[in-house]
């Protein structure tokens, strides 16, 4: 069978995930004769003219009937269960095999179902929506629920993915379109763009397709805005939407592009040229990029909003540096390091050492010295990764100029004078 599938003989798809793993398709050109019928330039005559055609079909159909249901594609790009059997209706399809149709056009990304409850401005039913038919422009409750400025206590943060052609691939956002739609409880589309509000109210999404001068879709920024502190939601949603675009891409081998993610200072700001950061391996670490700051930041946040903007910020320094300079300032690190505030615990929770590591710390009634050095000795021992998760950590008990001797190698004191704000004197990272 895989054989037969992989030469086009048969359609077949294995997946006990879905219901389409019942059926195989052995004509495909018979598939795409019924592809054809529902999905065509003449998609919308097709739903308002008695032609030869559908004639028949549309017989026990009102012209007042098909005249909402074309009302309903042309401004939703959504079709009543009803008007696509109309469409197929040549071919005799009892139910059975146009649900098998239907569940073949969704695993093809060219439709996903809407299920309209009675409450709303549409006839209670079961539709099928088509990115490729929604209107170009962008809806107004877009400018209601998704201000351009972000509203007081939320945050925004952004990805983009930029194409190396200069043009996106023909069909790739759609694909997303349909792929995204059982992560949103409800949303609002347009030809170019989604607005969404996540399961579990974990915030909204934005992915809209950027333009150029002459109209082209060049790249997708994919945005999601939180209540401020749900870092975890900002993480998952990104995440998320990362995974369906990647997952997307692998239908266009030959297309390549890279990620950037945009300086959440520059966008909380509103700076019209936001700073954007290439991504290299996303979310491999602990923290996401979310709180990245940029030099375009420096003077336009206040001091007690987030911390102070350092040259390390910009430019990340390698995990295998920070070891370096640990291994090198070991015996200053010993004397400095606070661990009475809490950076065991935030160890732990980053995995960094286990519940029966930190009573080995502390075995024998060691020290507090005697703790931190063997501490040290066994971060010394620890994988790459764990490193940026150690500065993670010392963020969080508010010992910034730990991290500065990690990532530089010397004291915090030139950069923090340029400043004027002094390591004790920090504001506690968020």
Same mark, same amino acid.
């Given at each position: 069978? @895989? ?15 879905? *219901?389409?793993?019942? @059926? ?47 009302? @309903? ?73 998704? %201000? ?13 993915? +930029?194409?190396?052609? %200069? ?34 109210? +974990? ?11 002459? !109209? ?16 975890? !939601? ?7 939407? @990362?995974?369906?675009?990647? *997952? ?23 700076? &019209?040229? %936001?700073?954007?950061?290439? =991504? ?5 670490? &602990? ?5 990245? $700051?940029?030099?375009?930041? =420096? ?10 903007? $350092? ?70 021992? $620890? %994988? ?14 508010? &010992?910034?100029?730990?991290?500065? =001797? ?25």
């Amino acid at each position: 069978m @895989y054989y037969l599938q992989l030469t086009g003989v048969v359609i077949y798809h294995s997946d006990r995930r879905s *219901e389409l793993h019942k @059926y195989i398709f052995h004509n495909p050109h018979w598939i795409l004769s019924v592809f054809g019928h529902v999905f065509n330039h003449n998609f919308h005559d097709n739903c308002t003219k008695f032609d030869s055609d559908n004639r028949k079909a549309f017989a026990g159909y009102s012209n007042n009937t098909r005249k909402i249901w074309h009302r @309903y594609l042309k401004e939703n790009g959504l079709m009543k269960d009803e008007l696509l059997k109309c469409l197929v209706y040549k071919f005799n399809l009892d139910e059975s095999m146009f649900e098998a149709v239907m569940l073949l056009l969704q695993k093809f990304d060219i439709c996903y179902v809407v299920l309209i409850e009675k409450d709303t401005f549409l006839p209670a039913g079961r539709y099928y929506r088509f990115p490729f038919l929604l209107p170009k422009d962008q809806l107004g409750i877009v400018e209601t629920e998704w %201000p351009e400025k972000c509203p007081r206590g939320f945050k925004e943060f952004q990805l983009v993915q +930029q194409f190396v052609h %200069p043009m996106l691939p023909c069909g790739l956002f759609e694909k997303i379109s349909v792929r995204i739609n059982g992560f949103l409880d409800h949303r609002f589309d347009w030809r170019t763009g989604i607005l969404g509000f996540c399961n579990n109210s +974990q915030g909204k999404i934005l992915i809209t397709c950027i333009k150029d001068e002459n !109209d082209r879709q060049l790249n997708i920024k994919f945005a999601t805005r939180v209540e401020e502190g749900n870092q975890v !939601d900002a993480r998952s949603n990104l995440m998320t939407l @990362y995974l369906c675009s990647q *997952e997307c891409c692998r239908h266009y081998p030959g297309v390549a592009s890279w990620w950037h993610h945009v300086c959440a200072h520059c966008l909380k700001m509103s700076v &019209q040229n %936001p700073h954007t950061f290439e =991504i290299q391996h996303i979310f491999l670490s &602990q923290e996401p990029p979310l709180t990245v $700051r940029c030099i375009n930041s =420096i003077g336009m946040l206040a001091i007690e909003e987030v911390a102070p903007v $350092r040259k390390s910020d910009v430019c990340s320094v390698p995990n295998s540096q920070i070891k370096k300079n640990l291994e090198a300032r070991r015996c200053d690190l010993v004397k400095d390091i606070d661990i009475s505030s809490g950076l065991l615990n935030e160890l732990r929770s980053l995995s960094v050492i286990t519940c029966e590591v930190e009573e080995e710390l502390k075995a024998g009634g060691a020290s507090e010295s005697k703790q931190k050095e063997r501490l040290l000795d066994r971060l010394l021992k $620890r %994988p790459l990764n764990d490193m940026a998760k150690f500065c993670q950590a010392l963020e969080k008990t508010n &010992q910034m100029h730990i991290v500065t =001797i990690l990532e530089s190698g010397h004291q915090y004191n030139e950069e923090d004078e340029d400043i004027g704000v002094s390591p004790s004197k920090r504001p506690k990272m968020q």
